[in-house]
T-cell receptor
Framework: AQSVTQLDSQVPVFEEAPVELRCNYSSSVSVYLFWYVQYPNQGLQLLLKYLSGSTLVKGINGFEAEFNKSQTSFHLRKPSVHISDTAEYFC???????????FGQGTELSVKP | GAVVSQHPSRVICKSGTSVKIECRSL??????MFWYRQFPKQSLMLMATSNEGSKATYEQGVEKDKFLINHASLTLSTLTVTSAHPEDSSFYICSASAGLNEQFFGPGTRLTVL
């Protein structure tokens, strides 16, 4: 069965510092990988996705992620964060394009001035 | 991009009553809709998958008689929480996809059962 592990439940960081949110997955088949952001009391917004091809994926708001098959990881990075990036971030995996998603536990990113 | 709405955004009900939550795809036809629940500070847990015109497929541990899902049209799915209890209080989120395509998420519905 598929699973997703987000290694950090909380990541505090100062404004304009770089950040990496870690995500590892387990799957025995092809995977589609996603990062979503959730602001308080709101639904999920897609940041980026990996379907195939280039392992470095660029998303919205300056975020990017790198698919590493050998390490089964899909870490999210941003070189310089803003206060407005404070939110909950979820990594998700699916073995079917358009199929059900399995979510990680979430990482709370807190950007401080 | 594709827009998915949910109604209501917040609902408070008494224990024992039933509550219906609507999920609509506003600018596309959603052949598949998904229902998730999210407890505070926790991840999203898939409850069920519904395809238009078919019975929903429920995840293990989700009571289908308690969480009734109807997907009668290509733009509307409803989740009815029957005989709600305080432990059903949660954030319910739907998502929709058109064929084999990306899921688009609704803004969520906060259910509080007193």
């Amino acid at each position: 069965a598929q699973s997703v592990t987000q290694l950090d439940s909380q990541v505090p960081v100062f404004e304009e510092a770089p950040v990496e949110l870690r995500c590892n997955y387990s799957s025995s088949v092809s995977v589609y990988l996603f990062w979503y952001v959730q602001y308080p009391n709101q639904g999920l917004q897609l940041l980026l996705k990996y379907l195939s091809g280039s392992t470095l994926v660029k998303g919205i708001n300056g975020f990017e992620a790198e698919f590493n098959k050998s390490q089964t990881s899909f870490h999210l990075r941003k070189p310089s964060v803003h206060i407005s990036d404070t939110a909950e971030y979820f990594c998700a995996v699916s073995d079917t394009w358009g199929g059900k998603l399995i979510f990680g536990q979430g990482t709370e990113l807190s950007v401080k001035p | 991009g594709a827009v998915v709405s949910q109604h209501p955004s917040r609902v408070i009900c008494k224990s024992g009553t039933s509550v219906k939550i609507e999920c609509r795809s506003l600018d596309f036809q959603a052949t598949t809709m998904f229902w998730y629940r999210q407890f505070p500070k926790q991840s999203l847990m898939l409850m069920a998958t519904s395809n238009e015109g078919s019975k929903a497929t429920y995840e293990q541990g989700v009571e289908k008689d308690k969480f009734l899902i109807n997907h009668a049209s290509l733009t509307l799915s409803t989740l009815t929480v029957t005989s709600a209890h305080p432990e059903d209080s949660s954030f319910y989120i739907c998502s929709a996809s058109a064929g084999l395509n990306e899921q688009f998420f609704g803004p969520g519905t906060r259910l509080t059962v007193l």
